[in-house]
């Protein structure tokens, strides 16, 4: 594994953790029972890509299940590494426990990029994650979810494939499945959605308004970015700038969102966007607005 398990987000983690303990005058061994994954797997899936097998690295981290079944996403991205994972599911259970849902947290992750795949080689891979996590997921167990680079689609092959593992249909095992599977209608903008009213909630505590004519940026056009500007452009906000990897695009009159996210999703790139200035993807960061939605990766 290409992994030091010193990562700088993993560090951030855990000093978190080991602070909100010492400022709660909690014992240290609660230090000692939540800086440490209760169970790591790592997976070698192979896949067959333009003729010939290559095999890709997979993660799960369960980090603890003190409140209830494992829960977390499962990213697709060539930079994932296992001690980022840790430290996103060490942040899985601090936000179970603190939202009070009775889970525990995790997270998964397969090193790859998902567009440098064919459907056929993605189902392949979506399935032999599945396949190789089987005994140790499930509804009472662990339940994934989607995240980076994953959707209703990869869900929807991954829960088939543990049900053919376990021999009976068990579609609790993974969320954010089709609608057609017994999927929640709502979980494809519920993350988008909820940075927006985060958004409204803190201006309103703030300044005592709604977010009728509030500037807005959004650094990361994803998921979570799109639904993101379109419910502060619901909200009253006016989007003045989104970014992506190929650059922001920004306008201080306001951005058609609903042009933005056609332009995004039929070409891959949000600068594509026409009728906008183009700027570098980090000057979504700093442009001139009162709110902004750090929304990348």
Same mark, same amino acid.
């Given at each position: ?76 991205? @060539? ?59 499930? @509804? ?5 979810? @989607? ?146 939605? @750090?929304?990348?990766?």
């Amino acid at each position: 594994m290409a992994t030091t398990l010193q990562s700088e987000f993993l560090q951030d983690t855990i000093l978190i953790l080991r602070k909100a303990i010492e400022m709660g005058r909690l014992e240290k061994q609660l230090f000692d029972y939540l800086s440490k994954p209760q169970r790591i797997t790592v997976v070698s899936i192979p896949v067959k890509v333009n003729g010939s097998i290559s095999f890709f690295e997979g993660y799960r981290v369960q980090h603890n299940n003190a409140l209830g079944p494992f829960k977390g996403g499962i990213r697709f991205h @060539p930079e994932v590494t296992l001690e980022d994972d840790m430290a996103l599911a060490t942040l899985m259970t601090l936000k179970n426990s603190l939202a009070g849902i009775p889970y525990g947290g995790a997270k998964g992750a397969v090193r790859v990029d998902p567009k440098s795949l064919n459907r056929q080689a993605l189902e392949e891979l979506s399935r032999g994650y599945a396949r190789a996590l089987a005994n140790v997921i499930g @509804p009472e167990i662990d339940v994934p979810a @989607p995240d980076v680079g994953t959707n209703p689609q990869i869900m929807a092959w991954m829960v088939d494939e543990y049900s053919k593992m376990v021999g009976r249909n068990a579609p609790a095992t993974f969320t954010a499945k089709p609608v057609q599977l017994w999927g929640n209608p709502v979980r494809e903008y519920a993350t988008g959605f909820g940075v927006a009213v985060m958004a409204r909630e803190t201006w309103r505590e703030l300044f005592k308004g709604d977010l009728t004519g509030v500037r807005v940026s959004i650094h990361g056009f994803g998921n979570t970015g799109q639904w993101a500007a379109y419910w502060a452009d619901k909200f009253g906000a006016k989007v003045v700038a989104v970014a992506d990897t190929s650059g922001t695009i920004y306008d201080p009159n306001g951005l058609s969102v609903a042009k933005a996210i056609k332009a995004k999703n039929e070409t891959g790139k949000v600068v594509s966007y026409e009728g906008a200035r183009r700027l570098a993807p980090q000057d979504a960061l700093t442009v001139d607005a009162d709110v902004l939605m @750090p929304s990348a990766i």
